[in-house]
């Protein structure tokens, strides 16, 4: 799918103050720092469409993005941050679960994994609500360019295995990488056919 122009819509902090639903979208989420502000700006090839910074939890609103006039990529804040106060994260958690409930034009949902790292607790228990509230998601790796090639190999096929050990189930997975633009292609051609095989 090429990509022929992308706007920032709107920063909000519940679901209710979200754009007009007219348009499909594709919500970005996952631990904060895991690299969704940036997999944004590369998948719309833009440096600063999406804020990003070094200091994990710059995204603390539900961010719209107007993609091609016709659909939204949605920045949500990172979960999980360890040195944010109890109050903060709650405030985010409530964020994130009143956006997923709520929210009727979610066609798909990407949880962006960092590739580096064994399988978390807190990712495990999202994606397990997630399916729970049969919310259908598909999985993204992210950071590939920071993985010696064994790990490139082997990672995610040991992430998956773990998570369906450990909640039983197995969604389609994207290895990408924001420097290197990695999986970008393969990521805006599979939203192509969601919304498409949607429409149908
Ligand atoms: P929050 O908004 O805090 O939830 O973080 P985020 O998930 O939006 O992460 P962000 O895109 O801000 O990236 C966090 C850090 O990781 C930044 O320093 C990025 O430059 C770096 N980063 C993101 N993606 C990649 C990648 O594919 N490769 C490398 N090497 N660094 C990356
Ligand atoms: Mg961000």
Redesign the pocket.
């Known amino acids: 799918m090429k990509i022929t122009s992308s706007s920032f819509v709107k920063s909000s902090s519940k679901s209710k103050d979200c754009p007009d639903q007219k348009f499909y979208e594709y919500a970005?989420i996952?631990?904060?720092?895991?690299?969704?502000?940036?997999?944004?700006?590369?998948l719309t090839n833009s440096k600063k469409l999406?804020?990003?910074?070094?200091?994990?939890?710059?995204?603390?609103l539900i961010n719209h993005f107007l993609i091609n006039e016709k659909w939204f990529l949605v920045?949500?804040?990172?979960?999980g941050?360890a040195r944010k106060s109890k109050k903060e994260k709650k405030i985010i958690e409530e964020i994130i679960t009143d956006y997923f409930l709520n929210r009727n034009n979610i066609n798909l949902t990407f949880v962006?994994i960092d590739l580096r790292l064994k399988p978390q607790k807190i990712d495990l228990e999202f994606m397990l609500w997630l399916n729970q509230n049969n919310l259908q998601f598909k999985i993204i790796f992210?950071?590939?360019?920071?993985l010696n090639k064994k790990e490139f190999i082997e990672n995610p096929d040991n992430y998956l295995k773990i998570l369906y050990n450990e909640i039983g189930i197995h969604p389609e997975h994207f290895v990408?990488?924001?420097?290197?633009k990695?999986g970008r292609e393969e990521i805006l051609h599979n939203i192509s056919l969601q919304m498409n095989s949607k429409k149908a």
């Not at 992210?142 to 920071?146: I, Q, S, V």
């Open positions: 970005f996952g631990r904060s720092n895991v690299g969704k502000s940036s997999l944004i700006n590369a999406a804020k990003i910074s070094g200091t994990p939890g710059k995204t603390l920045d949500l804040p990172g979960y941050f962006l992210t950071k590939a360019d920071k990408s990488s924001s420097k290197s990695l």
